[in-house]
């Protein structure tokens, strides 16, 4: 299983740095090994990638989790990963747990961690690991998912 760093941090004496998120077209979370690892979706993306399977051929497997969340299962690379571009066929329809990564949420708790799988949180950890991090700062286009995500959960 993927390990990962708490983001916890008090709102006092957040620590100021120019890191700012950068992603590098790695692809390595658009590849899933075990199946814990795959998106945790809710069911209004659920019909979404199902109309983008529709539309490509291809076909998707969700595991109903209850609460209006499902496990996308995905084996191997996502159906929707192009190995020659190195993109995502789907890039304006991924669904929130794609956009908000290197962040991860535990939909349950409400947690927030942070991916080490990915390149960019490899090639920075030394200053991801000192706490306190000003997440919004950092990831501020994913803590805006994550807003979306949140007001969606709350309305399922
Ligand atoms: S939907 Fe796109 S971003 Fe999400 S895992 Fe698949 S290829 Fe990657
Ligand atoms: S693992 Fe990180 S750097 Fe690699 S493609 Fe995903 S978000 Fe970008």
């Known amino acids: 299983m993927r390990s990962s760093l708490n983001l916890h941090a008090s709102n006092n004496n957040l620590l100021t740095t120019n890191l700012r998120f950068e992603c590098y077209r790695c692809s390595h979370c658009c590849y899933f090994t075990v199946i814990e690892e795959s998106p945790i979706v809710i069911e209004d ?13 291809l076909e998707l497997k969700f595991v109903d989790l209850g609460n209006g969340l499902f496990r996308w299962v995905i084996e191997g690379y996502c ?21 908000i990564y290197p962040l991860l949420l535990n939909m349950r708790t409400g947690d927030i961690h942070l991916s080490t799988a990915c390149d960019w949180v490899i090639q920075n950890l030394n200053t991801l690991s000192k706490g306190n991090l000003d997440v919004e700062e950092v990831f501020k286009n994913e803590v805006s998912w994550i807003k979306i995500l949140y007001k969606k959960l709350l309305s399922t």
């Open 45 to 57: 993306e659920v019909i979404n990638l199902k109309s983008e399977a529709v539309r490509l051929g």
């Open 79 to 99: 159906p929707f990963y192009s190995t020659t571009s190195n993109l995502c066929s789907i890039h304006e329809k991924k669904p929130l747990s794609c956009r």
